[in-house]
């Protein structure tokens, strides 16, 4: 039987999770954002910047799918919020990640 500690202990482990994945794609968005901008500038002809600008948010979005499958499959995420993130957000929290085995 399953008791309700345990079930709000899983909620939290998903809801964790959740939190890093948004994170991750986040910070992979903003690199393939800087990427293309800088390549819209180097290219500077936009009959070859567009389908390049394709493959680059292609690449970048399955990557983002990619780290997501990889964490549902692999990894059980606990957010642990450091002094400040209980205060208010300023510093980087602590995420901790266990491999399933």
Do not use: C, H, W
């Not at 680059?56 to 957010?79: M, P, Q, W």
């Amino acid at each position: 039987m399953v008791t309700p500690q345990e079930i709000r202990r899983e909620e939290k482990l998903e809801r964790s999770k959740d939190k890093l994945k948004r994170d991750v794609a986040k910070e992979i968005t903003k690199l393939f954002d800087q990427v293309l901008d800088i390549s819209e500038v180097a290219i500077g002809d936009s009959g070859r910047y567009k389908p390049f600008r394709a493959k680059v948010l292609r690449t970048g979005n399955d990557a983002i799918r990619e780290v997501k499958k990889l964490l549902d499959r692999n990894y059980t995420v606990e957010f642990v919020p450091s002094n400040e993130d209980i205060i208010e957000v300023q510093s980087p929290p602590v995420i901790i990640l266990r491999k399933n085995t």
